[in-house]
DNA sequence: GACACTCGGATAGAGGCG
DNA sequence: CGCCTCTATCCGAGTGTC
């Protein structure tokens, strides 16, 4: 799902990594350097909204928190600050009652401790044992009708630090992940099991419990065990899926969707064969169709494209992230298709949060919906200062919303075109914020993309040129930096 | 060599507006 | 009624894998 996308921390030249793919060029994560001098930050200035003086002040907008000094104003905020980190209501009020409202870094750790000694009903998502190891973030299978895996606490804390385990639960829970569940992973994807495939159970099963919290009143609720990847990921469709389609994964999910004349024609062929097994060919036929639009059974020989609200779900943006605003089914699809997954750049920015206790100024290059601002506060890495270029406006207001969403503490500074972001620009936000820890974005790869027919030109296409920008960009951020 | 997959683009048609 | 914008639908060749 991402595919020449670039991060750079540009304070630290020997973990400048590249992302295509799901591989990571030099991913030595667990190399950890000091915190940088620039991290002394005042949050508490009221100059933000200054627009720097740029050629185009027009294209430059500032989002900031109001200030509001009310308590209780303050502790919402700080609930629902850490709510979207993914904690329980009750585990930041006691956290907060614990620690005060002053100070986050303490409650912060005050809930991943909370999270490492009270029971915790994650667990009821990893009971069915199967090899993760080799599969995608939608594998988690939470069926309730199989009590073959149970660990008691007393046993978690007995088994939690020991030699081989340490240092990768260590690692998860200071990528943000909840103790218990990390110690689970662990222990179902075996103590060799990469990390990002640990992070990808870790997820789904979050994905998998949010689904099913919300089928809870449903009645005849299936509990089929023996279904694959995103059957598990979306249990809706497992009541409908045959046995005959035999997919275990998703095709990448693209910028358009398959039409609601091909769900027809899928319908009518199979009502016509009448049998609950239809002929290999026609099997084949469906098969392939379902393949290349990736359609999910929903009803009998009923199949359906995925909604934006599942896009968002499997990219790991929040419920609705991309939903409402005037925005388009047709713009939805294509913001998603072109964003990050949050949880592999979250997983690849980790490193950042040892790094940088006291938050990050990030130079977001085509931004889009903002997959890497929603990874970096999902990991609990405050976001101090983030220029975020991107052209669309559509993409802009919906990153703009989710910042004042989650309460942002830092500033926001939008740009719209990073060809018109110059080197003046640069030294200008260098100076003023002490300079960029992290440089990211995924330049555009219409041009690239084999999905494209008609103007397929390579890095010299219009906009794949661009990614000649996002390098000009980092050289200078980097020159200046020195 | 067969097969599967691809961060897409062009366009007809619906709908809004004056 | 004409123009414009927006949306949904249809369109396949290049490339990698087995």
Known sequence: MLSGHGIVNVNDKATVRSVVGNDTINSDYRHSQGSSSRNQYDWDSDDDLEVFGMPQESNVHSVEESGSTCSSAKNSKLIHHFLGMGFSVEEVIKAIEEDGEDNEENILETLLTLAATIDDPMREAFREPCDFAKKSVTTIDISDDNDDYDISDSEIEEDAF??????TLSILVNMGYPFKEALIAIDKCGPGADLSDLADFICAAQLEKEIESHLQDRPNRIHDTSLHVHKRALP???KWWPKWDRRTQLNCLLTSIG???????IR??????????PPPNVQDTVLKLCKKWNLVWVGKNKVATLEPDEYEMLLGFPKDHTRGGGISRTDRYKALGNAFQVDTVAYHLSVLKDQYPNGVNVLSLFSGIGGAEVALHRLGIKLKNVVSAEISEVNRNILRCWWEQTEQRGNLFEVEDVQRVTSEHISHWINRFGGFDLVIGG?????????????RDGLDGEHSSLFYEYYRIVNEVMQAQR
């Open 162 to 167: 020991t030699s081989e385990k340490d240092e």
């Open 236 to 238: 809706t469709t497992r």
């Open 259 to 265: 039409a609601a004349t091909v769900t027809e024609k």
């Open 268 to 277: 009518r062929d199979l009502e016509e064969c009448g049998a609950e097994t």
């Open 443 to 455: 330049s555009p790869c219409n041009n690239l993309s084999g999905s494209n027919r008609v103007s």
